[in-house]
Structures are given as structure tokens and as C-alpha cells.
């Protein structure tokens, strides 16, 4: 590219920045959606081990007993009303992406207490999603730098962003 002064260069350089940011929010706003997805999908059912999350201890007799007396889904862990579960949303905003829930049994289910193992939800969720997220923001990278993709399609990366 040729420029004709400095003051062409310096305008050339800020719209690469917008349109990298742009494309770069753009795929956090998928990947923070595809963590709120499958966050919401893991409650109700049993958990396997991933990463540094271990699996979910079975329910104690007297929960699915209690749950059972107020009406409740037998053998669905952390789901009892729906309530928490649909709590979790997320927001994206400036490069910054934020999921989780504001009922604060979550955060009890998450890290376990003294009287309750850990179910963990959220960071199970950001890890299985782990590969989706590094081909998303890749592919937006790209696309942010090169007002396209300029990744062929065999390689798996998305391009949708």
C-alpha cells in the first residue's frame, strides 16, 4: 500500500484497530455464548471428570429424598426448580467477557462447602469449550487483521465470526 502522508497512514492504522477489535468482540460474544450453552446443559445431569474438575458426587439419600418431597426431578444434580440454571447468562463487552449467575447456590455448587462436595458448572464449562474458543478467537484474529479469512477452512478454524 502506498500512502500519500503520514496523516493517510495514521487513519489506515485506526480503522485496522476498529475493525481488529470489532472482529475480536465479535468472537467473544460466540465463545461467552457457547460457555453459557453448555453451563446451562451440564446441571441436571451427572458430571464426568474434566481437566481439574473432578466428577460429581452422587446426591446424599436425604437431598433426593427432600427433593423428591417438594417435587423434584430424581437423579438430576443441581437442577431442583430450574432456577439456577436459569440463572446463567453472560455479557461481553470491550474484549472482556463475563458468564456466570447471580444466585449465590452456584457459587456453593461450584467450589463445594464443608458439608458439600464441589459440583463444579462454570469452569468445566470454559474448559470443555477450551479448543472452540481458541479456533473462535483465532479465526477472529485473523479476520480483524486481514478484513477476511485468510485460514482455509480444512484446518477446522471458524470463519463465521
Request: net charge negative; hydrophobic share 45%.
Amino acid at each position: 500500500m502506498d500512502f500519500k502522508d503520514l496523516g493517510s497512514l495514521a487513519l489506515h492504522m485506526a480503522a485496522q484497530e476498529v475493525a481488529l477489535l470489532a472482529s475480536l468482540n465479535a468472537g467473544l460474544e460466540k465463545c461467552a455464548k457457547r460457555v453459557e450453552q453448555t453451563a446451562k446443559a451440564e446441571i441436571g445431569h451427572y458430571q464426568a471428570a474434566v481437566g481439574p474438575y473432578f466428577e460429581w458426587a452422587p446426591l446424599a439419600d436425604a437431598t433426593e429424598a427432600a427433593k423428591a418431597l417438594a417435587g423434584y426431578r430424581a437423579d438430576a444434580p443441581l437442577e431442583a426448580s430450574g432456577e439456577m440454571r436459569d440463572s446463567i447468562e453472560h455479557k461481553t463487552m470491550w474484549l472482556e467477557a463475563i458468564i456466570g449467575s447471580k444466585d449465590p447456590k452456584l457459587f456453593y455448587h461450584e467450589f463445594g462447602t464443608e458439608n458439600m462436595p464441589a459440583r463444579a458448572v462454570m469452569g468445566p464449562a470454559v474448559f470443555r469449550n477450551k479448543e472452540y474458543i481458541q479456533r473462535v478467537i483465532g479465526a477472529a484474529t485473523i479476520s480483524g487483521l486481514f478484513k477476511g479469512s485468510a485460514i482455509h477452512a480444512s484446518l477446522g478454524y471458524d470463519s463465521t465470526v
